[in-house]
């Protein structure tokens, strides 16, 4: 099945600095990418829309300039957490959907990664 | 009001019990229903998928769809404690372009 690799599950910096998270998918062409986040016993707030090859869109509400997302090919979209703080820690999921398919259904996700800022 | 409603729980049952995981939802206009089964630091993994009202079974899980009164379920048979993870019904707008997730029931399922 469709597999969506994450990288890194876990990670761990100071405040100020930036961080990025790697989503590939690994056996099929994504044109489309979902960055969640969240909160623990809570549910998944998406934050942004990441399209291949154009800006991504982002939820009402969420930064663009502090949560730079870029698509630069079909299997790979990243998330860099710019200059973060303790109050961006949390756990950030990303999702793909398989373009040949085109399914409405069963996004894959990736692993997760938990970033606590400190 | 919430796209989707979804009872946090925590739901602990014993080993064997069915389960039954309920949502509800407000906008008709979203078409296509799923259920994730989430573990503990993990990514959520597509446990159902459905269209259409009645009942689709796989295993030990049947998804439920009711669209008339806009409500979704899913039932675990012979639940174990392999099952214990936090269960978030998921519903998608006709062009899959937007899906609005519920916030997740936890189960415990005690051997």
């Known amino acids: 099945g469709a597999v969506v690799s994450q990288h890194p599950s876990r990670v761990i910096c100071k405040s100020g600095t930036s961080v990025k998270i790697e989503c590939r998918s690994l056996?099929?062409?994504?044109?489309?990418m979902f960055w969640y986040r969240q909160f623990p016993k809570q549910s998944l707030m998406l934050m942004a829309t990441s399209n291949e090859g154009s800006k991504a869109t982002y939820e009402q509400g969420v930064e663009k300039d502090k949560f730079l997302i870029n698509h630069a090919s079909l299997t790979l979209s990243t998330l860099t957490v710019t200059s973060a703080h303790p109050e961006d820690s949390s756990f950030y999921i990303c999702?793909?959907?398989?373009?040949?398919?085109?399914?409405?259904?069963?996004?894959?996700f990736g692993s997760g990664t938990r970033l606590t800022v400190v | 009001q919430k796209e989707v409603e979804q009872d946090p729980g925590p739901l602990s049952v014993p080993e064997g019990a069915i389960v039954s995981l309920n949502c509800t939802y407000s906008n008709s206009a979203f078409q296509y229903f799923m259920w994730y089964r989430q573990y503990s630091r993990k990514g959520p993994e597509l446990l159902m998928y459905t269209y259409s009202s009645g009942n689709k079974e796989d295993g030990r899980f049947t998804a439920q769809v009711d669209k008339s009164s806009k409500y979704i379920s899913l039932f675990i048979r012979d639940s174990q404690p392999s099952d214990s993870a936090t269960y978030l019904c998921a519903i998608t707008d006709t062009g899959g372009f937007k899906t609005i997730f519920g916030a997740g029931t936890r189960l415990f399922v005690k051997a």
């Open positions: 999702s793909a959907r398989d373009r040949a398919t085109g399914s409405a259904y069963g996004y894959t």
């Open positions: 056996d099929f062409q994504a044109t489309t």
